[in-house]
């Protein structure tokens, strides 16, 4: 169920991009005119998240996942069925805003559901989607577009969604945390709201320009909310997002890496596709096949990951992943206009074999010292940590882009921009790379033992039924 939950929304968030041309031509307007669209998904899947922990702990897991995913699918249909643009972003917020709950949801059901050593093994599992999806996005897009209709691109979340709200309703057992508080109104304003206006600002950033005043009054306005939702949020008793978990040092760190480490991960993933089509002038087929080869690279590292991760702990695996990014991101730093696409194939493979020392440990790691009632909140705040990161990752790329290119050739960046690019996301991996090699992951190799930190025995949580 959160497999298949996963897919489906890395897919659409990936998905829509392939098919914008042919929305322009339907609705009779440029692509550009269409960046909402685009924009307005993140917008509001980072609006929704803060309020996922306080519905799964009032609600459940099972309930509010459902009915998020219900809500998804309806918007989906919604979306491909709209007759103007107005009607598509508002139903795109729609997806977004279900997308927000799903994400935590998914997470704190299944994270609540086994112990520490079991999320090991399932994480071999859950990589599968949020590596395939990506990949398969563009691909699944292009065929959809050019066969059927742009309007495919949203329904085809209902022949996998249906299915699997059915199978949700019958097999997935409740689970619910504590009961929560009362709800905090001024919190969930506070925080959407800053959540919003920065994702709003890194991703319009790039296009609209770093000085363009609705991006730079998106930013601050950003940095204000945020700063008075935290001040708020840590002087109540029952906050709306338990920023306390922070004072926990491995959640904090590893949280950290995931918030840094995902720039110069996700950016090259990003830069890649840019490098072969507008660098070295090669078409979307071949760019999709040349960089699909990261998957491979992750699948066969998480296998070998979750069998040592008990033996070395995630700090070591997590240090030498992003060391690995880093040292393969130099590689790239080599391709000129005469590199071949085996030798780019072969980079993105490698760098797919560092990546996947970093997500699934990272994740577990991060939820070893969180008690069972806090788990729901805890998913909710690795949930914005991943969002912003992945936010940040394009944004990254273009700018150093942009610094690296003349003036005069703006709309095409010469070779040197694309290596200056990849140095620049090796130097972050590098600087995370040596973060990682301080985290403090006694406890983490513990839980992932069955064992406490002091030396006892953990109780296993079993609760198989509810994994369905």
Request: hydrophobic share 55%.
């Amino acid at each position: 169920m959160c497999v298949c939950v996963t897919f489906i929304a890395i897919v659409d968030g990936a998905i829509t991009t392939v098919a914008l041309p042919s929305i322009a031509r339907t609705f009779h307007l440029t692509t550009a005119a269409l960046d909402g669209v685009v924009v307005v998904y993140p917008v509001c899947l980072a609006m929704a998240i803060p309020a996922s922990a306080w519905l799964v702990e009032r609600f459940g897991a099972k309930r509010v996942l459902l009915t998020a995913l219900g809500a998804f699918l309806g918007s989906s249909l919604l979306c491909g069925a709209a007759a103007d643009l107005a009607q598509l972003v508002a139903f795109r917020a729609v997806q977004g805003l279900s997308a927000g709950l799903l994400f935590p949801a998914a997470s704190s059901l299944l994270y609540s559901t086994f112990n520490s050593w079991e999320q090991v093994r399932i994480s071999r599992y859950m990589i599968v989607p949020q590596q395939m999806a990506p990949a398969v996005a563009p691909v699944l897009g292009g065929l959809l577009v050019d066969h059927l209709s742009w309007r495919w691109v949203f329904y085809v979340n209902l022949p996998l969604g249906v299915p699997a709200v059915v199978f949700g309703a019958v097999f997935l057992a409740e689970h619910r945390g504590h009961r929560p508080g009362r709800f905090d109104l001024t919190g969930l304003l506070l925080s959407a709201a800053a959540l919003g206006s920065v994702m709003f600002g890194v991703c319009e950033g790039p296009n609209r320009g770093w000085s363009s005043p609705a991006v730079v009054t998106a930013l601050v306005l950003g940095a204000v909310l945020l700063t008075a939702a935290v001040l708020f949020e840590l002087r109540i008793a029952e906050p709306l997002l338990r920023l306390r978990l922070f004072a926990d040092r491995l959640f904090r760190d590893t949280n950290l890496i995931n918030l840094v480490g995902l720039v110069p991960i996700l950016g090259a993933m990003y830069l890649g596709p840019l490098f072969l089509q507008q660098g070295q002038g090669r078409s979307a087929l071949e760019s999709g096949t040349s960089t699909f080869p990261e998957a491979f690279g992750v699948l066969l590292t998480v296998q070998i990951v979750g069998v040592l991760y008990s033996r070395v702990g995630p700090r070591i695996i997590i240090g030498c992943g992003l060391a690995m990014v880093s040292g393969v991101l130099l590689l790239f730093a080599t391709c000129d206009q005469d590199t071949g696409l085996w030798t780019f194939r072969t980079y993105m493979f490698l760098l797919g074999v560092g990546m996947g020392g970093v997500f699934m440990p990272t994740t577990v790691a991060s939820l070893a010292t969180v008690t069972r009632k806090d788990l729901a909140q805890a998913s909710t705040l690795n949930t914005v940590v991943r969002q912003t990161g992945g936010a940040f990752a394009p944004a990254a790329v273009t700018t150093a882009l942009v610094l690296s290119t003349p003036t005069a050739a703006a709309a095409d960046p010469p070779i040197t921009a694309y290596q200056h690019a990849y140095l620049a996301l090796a130097a972050l991996a590098a600087a995370t790379s040596l973060f990682a090699f301080t985290l403090p992951d006694g406890p983490a190799r513990a839980a992932a033992r069955g064992t406490t930190a002091a030396g006892g025995t953990a109780r296993p949580k079993r609760r198989h039924e509810e994994a369905h």
